[in-house]
């Protein structure tokens, strides 16, 4: 089964679908991954904010950030190549590289029920 890790900048919430003003494309990447996980497909977000240590960690991810800088992000790996840089997979993407039918990626919902911060803290967004 194929492997897909976002490395994503720094936002205050783990999905980034946070705060008034909410970034249509982080919700729906937000119900891709969601809907991808309940199928059994391995999906990781990595946020900058929170899992500093993964972009760390990752020799791939650490080199391209010191060649190209932070603009470049996010970044997508699948199986541990990088796929995309500078945007997230569309729809179709992610449908192509995990070997999986649209219907399996697409958003069994329009709306996120959740479009308020959930950092834990009050003011974080």
Not at 66 to 77: A, F, S, W
Not at 81 to 100: P, S
């Amino acid at each position: 089964m194929k492997k897909i890790e976002i490395f994503e900048p720094a936002m205050c919430c783990s999905t980034g679908v946070c705060g008034p003003s909410v970034n249509p494309e982080l919700i729906r990447v937000a119900a891709v991954v969601e809907n991808l996980k309940k199928e059994g497909i391995h999906i990781i977000r990595h946020n900058l904010s929170s899992e500093p240590q993964a972009f760390v960690q990752n020799t791939i991810i650490n080199t391209v950030l010191n060649d190209k800088g932070m603009e470049i992000l996010p970044v997508t790996m699948v199986d541990g190549a990088i796929v995309k840089e500078g945007g997230y997979l569309t729809n179709a993407e992610f449908a192509e590289y995990l070997q999986v039918g649209i219907d399996i990626v697409q958003s069994k919902t329009d709306t996120v029920q959740n479009s308020t911060c959930n950092c834990g803290s009050d003011d974080c967004c």
